[in-house]
Every structure is written in C-alpha cells, then in structure tokens.
C-alpha cells in the first residue's frame, strides 16, 4: 500500500518560473519528511526535509512547505534552472523508521 | 570522499537463476539500506543493516535476502527470479540506522530477468 504519493508524474516548467511539486501522505503518523533528486543514471541525492513540528523550511533555491493536517507536502524550486531537469522523489519516515517513496515526478524545464 | 559504490551496475539473468548484487558504503557509514526502483512504484524499501544486523524490512517475499559484512560492505541475494523482478536495485548507506539519518545512494545494479 503507498503511503506516500505523487499524483503528478510529470510537470513542465519555463526557466526562471516556479516548479511546484506535490506530495499527499495516508500515514498521520509520518514525523520527518524528504526531497530527494535522481539524475538518470545515479543515484538519488537529498535534497531537503523537514520535520512535522515545521510547517516551512528554506534552502536557497528550494523551499518544502508541510500541510500536517491536509497531510500534504510541496517543493517550490524558485528560480527554474535547467539544471533541475530531473526525478524527484518525496519521502516520509515515521519514528526514525525506514523511508517510504513516493513514484516520483520527472521535472523538465525548458530554455 | 568516495561515495556509494554498486556491482555490477548491469546484470541480466533467466527466470528461475539466483544473483547476488554489492554495495560497499561510504566509509565509516554502518548501515546500509537497499531499494527497488520501478516505474511507476518509485523506491520501495527492501531492507535496512546495521552493524550486521538487519534491522527492518520491507513487504517483498523471502526470495529477496540480504547480509551485511563487519566491514559494513552489504550484498542482496533474490533466488528463483521472477520475470517481475527486473528493476534498479538501489542501495544507500547512513551513518546511522533510520528513516532521520541523510542517505546517500548509490548508482544503482540494473538487474533485466528474461
């Protein structure tokens, strides 16, 4: 059963406009959330995350915002860069446990 | 400071063979945690080791098994292959167990069953 998903499996974006990528959970129990980056032919590479009592956290570009009680998550990447072509995954761990993946959304964006 | 190292990165075996997929982690990382990548599912958790212990596991069969090495290198085995089986095993390593610490992946073994 998915406990984490990313309804979008795809999403194209203009350089220098704002990507926004969407994850809902099932599990009220998930207290730390994560982005992660997969380029085609590597491995994922964090990104950002963020804990349940957070409802925003901020790395440069990236910004994951955390919605506990629509059990929602997003990832604003602000300005695009082409660079952000990629696979990104969100994940959610409950208690330090082990991480559940969403399917991924595969960013594209264009010059 | 070397990452994450998988072997082979490329493996094509019949239905019904065995295989046994590495992954040496970063140094001084003691758990070592492995995936199945398809599309579709995205990254479904197989098995977390930690100082030679497994320590959780996923929802797949007891066909997948794995060990981990006082070294903290880790191998996978999955016996009697099935055609469903083909995907990206993904193995990361932490330096310490759990879903809080940061995991660094490695490349991936794309395993094809024909």
């Known amino acids: 059963d998915q406990q984490v998903k990313q309804n979008s499996p795809s999403l194209s974006v203009q350089e220098g406009r704002i990507s926004i990528l969407n994850c809902d959970y099932t599990?009220?129990?998930?207290?730390?959330f994560l982005w992660y980056k997969k380029y085609p032919a590597e491995g994922p590479t964090f990104l950002i995350s963020?804990?349940?009592?957070?409802d925003k956290n901020e790395d440069g570009r990236f910004t994951v915002f955390l919605n506990k009680s629509a059990k929602h998550l997003s990832l604003h990447i602000v300005p695009s860069q082409p660079g952000d072509s990629a696979v990104y995954f969100c994940?959610?761990?409950?208690?330090?446990?082990?991480?559940?993946f969403g399917a991924g959304t595969t960013v594209t964006v264009r010059a | 400071k070397a990452g994450v190292t998988q072997t082979p990165r490329y493996l094509i075996k019949t239905r019904g063979q065995q295989v046994t997929l590495s992954c040496s982690p970063i140094?001084?990382?003691?758990?070592v945690s492995w995936y199945q990548q398809t599309p579709g599912q995205g990254l479904q958790f197989l098995f977390e080791?930690?100082?030679?212990?497994?320590?959780n596991k996923g929802n797949f069969p007891g066909r997948f098994s794995g060990r981990q090495f006082s070294n903290s290198r880790s191998e996978m085995n999955v016996s009697t292959l099935e055609l469903g089986d083909s995907a990206l095993y993904l193995c990361?390593?932490?330096?310490?167990?759990?879903?809080?610490?940061?995991?660094?992946f490695g490349p991936g073994t794309r395993l094809t069953v024909l």
């Open positions: 140094s001084g990382h003691r758990s």
């Open positions: 599990n009220s129990m998930f207290d730390y």
């Open positions: 990361a390593s932490s330096r310490g167990q759990g879903g809080y610490n940061e995991q660094f």
């Open positions: 963020i804990s349940s009592i957070k």
């Open positions: 994940a959610a761990s409950e208690n330090d446990y082990k991480l559940s």
């Open positions: 080791y930690f100082s030679e212990t497994q320590r």
